[in-house]
Structure formats: C-alpha cells, structure tokens
DNA sequence: AAAACGGGGGC
DNA sequence: GCCCCAGTTTT
C-alpha cells in the first residue's frame, strides 16, 4: 500500500475513532498500568491500575508493599500472582537501581521482569517522546488486515511498519489502533459494514470479491 | 461447553 | 519455535 494511502486511512481513524481513556503519561504509571494489561482486555486494568496507585503511588512505596496485597488489588486483571511479582520486582529494581527513574532505553527497560518489547515501546513512545512502535495484537492485526505489512508474528510487523508506515506517526499508532479494534476491527467478526476506511482495506476487498469467505 | 482473547519468558 | 500462564467474553 502507498504511503499516501497509509496517511490517508490514518486521519480517517484519527477523525473517527473514539480517543484511548489512559491518560497518564508518568513513567512509573504508565509502566506498571501496561504490565497489568498484559493478557488482559485492558478497559479493566486501567482502574485496577488507579486503584493500586493510591495505595502506592510510586516505586518506594511499592517495593515494600507484599506480593499478597498487590495481587488483592490487581485481582481482576487475571494472571495476578505472577504481576504482582514482577511489578514488586520492577519497583524494587528502579528504586535501587535506577535511583527511583523508570529507564528511557529500549536496551535497560526490557531488562525489567516482565517488560518485553511491546511494553517497553509503550514507555517510551507515551512518556518519553520517542520514535517508537509499540506492537501488539490489535496492531499486529490491524496492519496486516489493511493490508500495510505481512507478517506473522509482532516482531516482523515491528520492523515492517518502520519502513512502510511514516515516522511522525509511529509513537500515536499503538493508542489509536486498540481502540479502532475495540470499537470496529474486532479480532473476530470485525464490523466492516461500518468501518470508515474499508475502501482502503484489502480484507475487506477479499471478502467481497470472495464470496463472503474470510481470510 | 468450548474456544478466543492478550505478552513475556523459560525451555 | 513451542508452550505455558488465569479469568473474562464470545460463539
């Protein structure tokens, strides 16, 4: 697909698409909020996000609160035991280690438990102003789908999309593709009939042409 | 009832 | 590369 076109669908959805409800753009919020949504649909962990901060609103105080009591507040995220873990860990490391400031490289955040490329990519792009894609299902989906890159797994599209898809809009792209797969390109049974940029979609096309097959 | 969902890490 | 991880939502 040309670049011009890319830019096109992007403003359609910039227009369109209902804007992400997470606002944060502190490092330590915005790192601990992503690692509870991890494998987790993420309208609820961002109030399980909140709610874990007034208790401990920041590395210090995290680090000495007990994995029980963080797994209790984290609870509905799923996979609560293991969070709760990681995020002690994550504390207690930027605390001690990194003088109470969340890491601003690629290279010393994914040595964080926890922490793989698409979270990292997250802190850096939301809380840092960096150039960078932060790749995850709904990203990974939505491009292939349009028909931007073919990949088969978040890395390749990572890679893909830095050289088809324009810089300036690289740090947006994460926010604003979940919720235009929230709201319309579902993983399945996509709402095509109302999407505004299926004129530019090739599973859309294929769709059509055919015979209601998916692809 | 069963399958889909969503990142990271350990092997 | 493969497989596991826990709880909610969709089919």
């Not at 790192?31 to 309208?43: C, F, G, N, P």
């Not at 590395?59 to 609560?80: Q, S």
């Not at 978040?154 to 810089?167: C, G, Y």
Request: proline share 7%; aromatic share 8%; hydrophobic share 35%.
């Amino acid at each position: 697909m040309p670049v011009n076109e890319i830019s096109k669908v992007i403003e359609i959805l910039r227009k369109t698409v209902p804007p992400h409800p997470y606002k944060s753009r502190d490092p330590f919020r915005v790192l601990i909020a992503t690692v509870i949504s991890q494998r987790t649909k993420d309208e609820v962990t961002y109030e399980v996000a909140e709610k874990l901060f007034q208790k401990y609103p920041t590395a210090e105080k995290l680090k000495d609160a007990p994995v029980e009591e963080i797994a209790r507040l984290i609870y509905p995220a799923g996979f609560y035991r293991e969070k709760a873990k990681k995020i002690k860990e994550i504390a207690k490391l930027i605390w001690e280690k990194y003088k109470g400031k969340v890491p601003t490289t690629l290279d010393e955040l994914l040595k964080l438990p926890g922490v793989g490329r698409k979270t990292a990519n997250i802190v850096l792009s939301r809380c840092y102003g960096k150039d960078a894609i932060a790749v995850d299902t709904h990203v990974h989906r939505i491009s292939n789908r349009l028909g931007w890159v073919y990949t088969k797994n978040p890395l390749e599209t990572e890679n893909a999309l830095m050289k088809v898809l324009p810089r300036k809009y690289w740090r947006d792209i994460n926010e604003l593709l979940v919720m235009f797969g929230r709201t319309i390109c579902r993983p399945q049974a996509p709402k095509c009939d109302i999407c505004p940029v299926k004129q530019y979609c090739k599973y859309y096309q294929e769709k059509e042409s055919g015979g209601g097959r998916s692809a």
